[in-house]
């Protein structure tokens, strides 16, 4: 059963660049144990919004609420240290260097101390092995580099970075929009398994196909405006994707493709045939 008290809330949240109307009068609630979808056609907010919820951009306007206590992030890691942890879609990997090595990138485990203070390699290596087990990600070695890993493991492991050092809510930006089925399902895989860890996620997406199998709540951004939030079981993946295809245009977009396709084509006015032009040109030789 969820907790009654959001892990993160926005209330009446707008953002503004200049003249451009970025977000308007936003609000929007993630509790524990539930994965909320944020729905949107490109340039709709969804970025922005998340850039707010993880202290990249300040709120022009409205309030941000972490475990019902109102806060304003001066920085990402004013987000982080409140345990909002968000995977962008490059994953902030290094794809050179080992899996262990990106695991820890910023937060090494060391031995020793003073002068011979160094990464602990082995202890690295054990936690990277184990928490990779966890979602079903087995490698021989963890110092392998992490372009041998597919798109789909490499986003479960950021996920699985985030989670292991202590993220209650889990924002991750489009992480199936450049994989294949197969590793799309590794990662929605282990998104329902960190929802059910108790931890909120929010799934930034354009591809309802993706999100619905997994979400519990949807909320579709339009140009910066909210058009609603829905659970699962009042709104179907049809009615989701003409929501966020601007249902009124592609209906008149579909009347006007029907029209075109049952109108018979024109015929041209001149009908001059190639054998008129040449008894025409004889008759004035003649």
């Known amino acids: 059963m969820r907790d009654s008290t959001p892990l993160i809330e926005a209330q009446g949240v707008s953002k503004y660049f200049g003249s451009v109307i970025a977000l308007e009068d936003i609000s929007m609630q993630v509790n524990a144990g539930e994965v909320m979808c944020l729905l949107g056609d490109n340039g709709a907010g969804k970025s ?49 260097i080992g899996i262990s090595r990106n695991f820890f990138m910023g937060r090494e485990p060391t031995k020793g101390s003073g002068p011979f203070k160094r990464f602990d390699v082995a202890l690295a290596d054990r936690i990277t092995r184990e928490e990779l087990h966890k979602i079903g990600i087995d490698v021989r070695d963890t110092s392998q580099p992490v372009t041998t890993l597919s798109g789909g493991e490499r986003q479960s492991v950021a996920i699985a970075r985030a989670v292991y050092f202590g993220a209650k809510v889990l924002i991750l930006d489009e992480p199936t929009s450049a994989l294949g089925v197969k590793e799309a399902g590794i990662v929605l895989r282990y998104v329902a398994q960190a929802r059910d860890q108790g931890l909120g996620v929010v799934f930034i997406s354009h591809n309802v196909y993706h999100v619905y199998p997994v979400g519990d709540r949807f909320t579709v951004l339009e140009r910066g405006r909210s058009t609603g939030t ?18 009124a245009e592609l209906d008149q977009l579909s009347a006007e493709l029907e029209g075109d396709r049952g109108r018979e084509p024109e015929e041209p006015a001149d009908r001059t045939s190639s054998r008129d032009l040449g008894h025409a040109a004889n008759e004035r030789d003649t």
Do not use: C
Request: hydrophobic share 40%.
């Open 48 to 96: 922005t919004l998340i850039k707010i919820f993880s202290g990249v951009h300040r709120p022009d306007r409205g309030t941000l609420l972490v475990d019902d206590e109102e806060v304003r992030f001066a920085s990402p890691r004013d987000a982080i240290d409140r345990g909002i942890a968000t995977v962008y879609q490059d994953l902030a990997m290094v794809p050179l």
């Open 230 to 247: 829905f659970d699962k079981g009042d709104i179907s993946v049809e009615e989701l994707e003409k929501m966020m295809a601007g249902g």
